[in-house]
């Protein structure tokens, strides 16, 4: 089914909090598919600063990161709907490509879609894109595991 979430749902899916979150809206999941998300790069995020202070960048690292967290919300809404608790963790990021820097003010755009499923392996292709155009695509690979309590 395809869907939107709010963002009560996302923060039910995935564990990270400001100022680590990189999912702000999620615009379409399908379960065990594909889902579409987006993180809106203010000019007040606590990396430009620091990254460059004479020209703001998004760090690559960070839009990998975002999807990653596009991938693993994906995976939980497909682990619930399964009535599995278990959870996934980052395992790997391959084929990680940029094109483009993402700048404040920019929508960054995360399509995320399942290549594979082998539990407890799951592999993703994402797409991250700015007004249309693609700025950063890597493969993300994630493990289920059991929960631990912190």
Not at 32 to 43: D, I, L, M, T
Not at 111 to 137: I, S
């Amino acid at each position: 089914m395809e869907r939107a979430l709010k963002q009560h749902e996302i923060a039910q899916l995935l564990p990270h909090r400001f100022p680590f979150c990189f999912v702000d809206s999620v615009h379409e999941l399908v379960t065990g598919e594909r889902v579409v998300a987006s993180k809106n790069v203010s000019s007040n995020e606590p990396f430009f600063p620091g990254h460059f202070p004479a020209q703001p960048l998004m760090p690559g690292v960070l839009i990998c990161e975002a999807l990653a967290q596009a991938a693993a919300l994906l995976a939980h809404h497909s682990l619930r709907a399964e009535q599995s608790t278990k959870v996934v963790v980052l395992s790997g990021i391959d084929a990680a490509r940029f094109r483009r820097p993402v700048l404040p003010g920019d929508q960054l755009r995360l399509e995320v879609r399942v290549v594979r499923r082998r539990a407890p392996l799951w592999k993703f292709h994402g797409v991250a894109t700015v007004d249309g155009q693609v700025v950063a695509e890597a493969d993300v690979l994630l493990s289920e595991t059991e929960q631990v309590a912190l």
